[in-house]
Each structure stands twice: as structure tokens, then as C-alpha cells.
């Protein structure tokens, strides 16, 4: 019996894999010769657009996420969602549940978190993106967020990354800190192979012998992805480099290398911040950032011509 091809693998050889894709992105599937043949794009030639409510990813226009890495309070988060909307950020972010290496470290305050988050983005008006840890967290997360994040440390779960899938909702998912640029999009082909399209990719930064900064800000990926795959990358400058003082200028060369967006972690007062202080903007900061966002570059100077650079006078070896 012919199956359908799955990054070179026939379906009757992968058996779940497989019957979850259906074969309903059959062209795309047999178009592809890389393994992660439905975000690859030879199968997909245009860019594709994730919509969070109305805010699309993946267009002309860049898009800012912006908030505290974690929620802590709420008058806090809505000053701050109020701040970064003002400011021309499009959504708002927050941590409910947070992954800390530490287990003494604050985690997140769960529910009560996302309640939190509902509630500014519904009095600003910003769609909400969140993490989810484990599977069980999708349906709950779901009821208060418009799109769901995957962590660094979760880019690996299978398990997650189908729960997910399942939703069709908008999924952010962040590169592994050990990652490949292909093990990331192997990634988010289990999110497409579930059925969900909606898929953002987000360069974080990848573990190096570098220990000057948090993590090393992998911007080749950024043109790299958008030559491989037709998914949308945003680049996340805070955990990227783990000091706020870069913050601005790794936005700036991300834009530059062809990203997307940004996501930014904005605190109204980062030295007290409770998770990731050191890397948080305050918002004066984030205003300036924005501000040089949207600045036009300035025109290049006129550079005299060199006799030598005159048309003719290039011979072989140069012309």
C-alpha cells in the first residue's frame, strides 16, 4: 500500500506520525526533501502569517511582545501592559509558571498568574502569550491566553509540543539553549503534524563556552530559518544575552538579520524584579527602544568616487 512521504519516510514506516498528519498536507510533504518536510519551505514557498487576534506575525511589520518575565502582581503587569501598548508594543507577555534551574527559585504563581494576565490584556487590549510546562497546563492556559509559549527547556517534550498542536492555537516556541537549527524545526514539525498550523519560531540564544553573557545570541539563525522554512521568528534579546544593557542593540541587529519581532522583558522596577531582574528593561528603556525601532535609518553619505573605482578602470582579476 503507497503511503504518503514524510521527510523521505513513508507513512506506513512511521507508523502515528503519519496517521496524526492524515496526509492532508500531502503536497507540501512530497515536495519537501528535508525531514521537517510541513515547515519546510520547499513544500511552502511564501511566508506564512500567524494571526493572535487580530495582530499578525509574520508580515511587513515587525511585532513587539513586551512584559515582565514573570507575573508577580497586578497592578504591576497592568501598569506595565498599559506602559508597553503606549509605546507600540502588540502583545503582552507574562510568566505563570516558570522553569527555574533552581527548585527554591520563584515558580511562577500559576492560575492566579493567568487570571492576572487575562485581566490586563483585557483593560489594554494586547493579546497574552504565556508558557505552558506540561501538557496538563495546555487546557488551563488556554482559557486565558491567546497564544501558547514553549520554553527552551521544553523544546524537546513530544508530549507538549502535540498537546499543543492539538489546540490550533497560536504557538510560540522557542530554540532549545543546545538545540540545531534543525532539531528546532523538527520541533515544530510535531506542532504541524498535529494539525496546527499556527506556528511562531523564537531564537533565544544557545549555550556556548561564552560566559560573558547569559547565552549566546545565535543571529545566523535568523536568516537561516527564514531560508529553510516559510514559519515566522521572532528573537528574544533578554534571555539571548542576559544583560539588559544589550538588550537594545541585539533588537536593533535582529531586525537587521530579517526577524520578525522581538520579545521583550519589560519591568517597571528590574533590580526587584522576581525572576530574570538582570535582563529586564524598565520602561523609560523600552520607550527609548521602541522610539529607535521605528526611527527611519539615516541616509548614507555620499562617498566620493576613487579615480581608480572609475568605470574602466577595473581590469581582470577585479572587473
Same mark, same amino acid.
Given at each position: 500500500?503507497?503511503?504518503?512521504?514524510?521527510?523521505?519516510?513513508?507513512?506506513?514506516?512511521?507508523?502515528?506520525?503519519?496517521?496524526?498528519?492524515?496526509?492532508?498536507? =500531502?503536497?507540501?510533504?512530497?515536495?519537501?526533501?528535508?525531514?521537517?518536510?510541513?515547515?519546510?519551505?520547499?513544500?511552502?514557498?511564501?511566508?506564512?502569517?500567524?494571526?493572535?487576534?487580530?495582530?499578525?506575525?509574520?508580515?511587513?511589520?515587525?511585532?513587539?511582545?513586551?512584559?515582565?518575565?514573570?507575573?508577580?502582581?497586578?497592578?504591576?503587569?497592568?501598569?506595565?501592559?498599559?506602559?508597553?501598548?503606549?509605546?507600540?508594543?502588540?502583545?503582552?507577555?507574562?510568566?505563570?509558571?516558570?522553569?527555574?534551574?533552581?527548585?527554591?527559585?520563584?515558580?511562577?504563581?500559576?492560575?492566579?498568574?493567568?487570571?492576572?494576565?487575562?485581566?490586563?490584556?483585557?483593560?489594554?487590549?494586547?493579546?497574552?502569550?504565556?508558557?505552558?510546562?506540561?501538557?496538563?497546563?495546555?487546557?488551563?492556559?488556554?482559557?486565558?491566553?491567546?497564544?501558547?509559549?514553549?520554553?527552551? +527547556? =521544553?523544546?524537546? =517534550?513530544?508530549?507538549?509540543?502535540?498537546?499543543?498542536?492539538?489546540? +490550533?492555537?497560536?504557538?510560540?516556541?522557542?530554540?532549545?539553549?543546545?538545540?540545531?537549527?534543525?532539531?528546532?524545526?523538527?520541533?515544530?514539525?510535531?506542532?504541524?503534524?498535529?494539525?496546527?498550523?499556527?506556528?511562531?519560531?523564537?531564537?533565544?540564544?544557545?549555550?556556548?563556552?561564552?560566559?560573558?553573557?547569559?547565552?549566546?545570541?545565535?543571529? =545566523?539563525?535568523?536568516?537561516?530559518?527564514?531560508?529553510?522554512?516559510?514559519?515566522?521568528?521572532?528573537?528574544?534579546?533578554?534571555?539571548?544575552?542576559?544583560?539588559?544593557?544589550?538588550?537594545?542593540?541585539?533588537?536593533?541587529?535582529?531586525?537587521?538579520?530579517?526577524?520578525?519581532?522581538?520579545?521583550?522583558?519589560?519591568?517597571? +522596577?528590574?533590580? +526587584?524584579?522576581?525572576?530574570?531582574?538582570?535582563?529586564?528593561?524598565?520602561?523609560?528603556?523600552?520607550?527609548?527602544?521602541?522610539?529607535?525601532?521605528?526611527?527611519?535609518?539615516?541616509?548614507?553619505?555620499?562617498?566620493?568616487?576613487?579615480?581608480?573605482?572609475?568605470?574602466?578602470?577595473?581590469?581582470?582579476?577585479?572587473?
Amino acid at each position: 500500500m503507497a503511503g504518503c512521504r514524510i521527510g523521505g519516510v513513508r507513512s506506513q514506516d512511521v507508523g502515528a506520525s503519519s496517521r496524526a498528519a492524515g496526509c492532508r498536507q =500531502n503536497e507540501a510533504v512530497m515536495a519537501s526533501t528535508k525531514p521537517f518536510s510541513l515547515a519546510s519551505r520547499e513544500g511552502h514557498p511564501e511566508d506564512s502569517t500567524v494571526d493572535v487576534r487580530g495582530v499578525p506575525i509574520g508580515g511587513p511589520s515587525p511585532v513587539v511582545i513586551a512584559g515582565p518575565c514573570a507575573v508577580e502582581d497586578e497592578d504591576a503587569l497592568l501598569a506595565t501592559g498599559r506602559f508597553v501598548r503606549a509605546h507600540g508594543a502588540r502583545l503582552l507577555r507574562g510568566g505563570a509558571f516558570k522553569p527555574r534551574t533552581s527548585p527554591y527559585s520563584f515558580q511562577g504563581l500559576g492560575e492566579p498568574g493567568l487570571r492576572m494576565l487575562a485581566a490586563a490584556g483585557d483593560a489594554t487590549g494586547l493579546p497574552v502569550v504565556s508558557e505552558v510546562l506540561t501538557p496538563r497546563d495546555v487546557g488551563l492556559a488556554s482559557r486565558y491566553v491567546q497564544m501558547l509559549q514553549i520554553g527552551s +527547556r =521544553n523544546m524537546h =517534550n513530544a508530549a507538549l509540543l502535540r498537546e499543543v498542536g492539538r489546540t +490550533r492555537m497560536p504557538v510560540l516556541l522557542k530554540r532549545g539553549m543546545s538545540a540545531t537549527v534543525e532539531e528546532w524545526l523538527l520541533a515544530a514539525e510535531y506542532v504541524l503534524s498535529a494539525g496546527n498550523p499556527h506556528v511562531v519560531l523564537c531564537e533565544r540564544g544557545i549555550r556556548t563556552f561564552e560566559t560573558a553573557t547569559r547565552f549566546t545570541l545565535d543571529l =545566523n539563525a535568523v536568516p537561516l530559518v527564514r531560508e529553510l522554512s516559510h514559519l515566522p521568528i521572532l528573537v528574544d534579546p533578554s534571555h539571548g544575552t542576559g544583560r539588559r544593557s544589550l538588550v537594545r542593540p541585539m533588537s536593533l541587529a535582529a531586525l537587521a538579520a530579517g526577524a520578525h519581532g522581538l520579545i521583550v522583558e519589560v519591568h517597571p +522596577r528590574p533590580d +526587584r524584579a522576581l525572576s530574570d531582574g538582570q535582563q529586564s528593561i524598565d520602561l523609560p528603556t523600552f520607550a527609548g527602544l521602541m522610539s529607535d525601532l521605528a526611527a527611519p535609518p539615516a541616509p548614507p553619505e555620499a562617498v566620493p568616487q576613487e579615480p581608480w573605482l572609475a568605470a574602466g578602470a577595473l581590469r581582470s582579476g577585479w572587473a
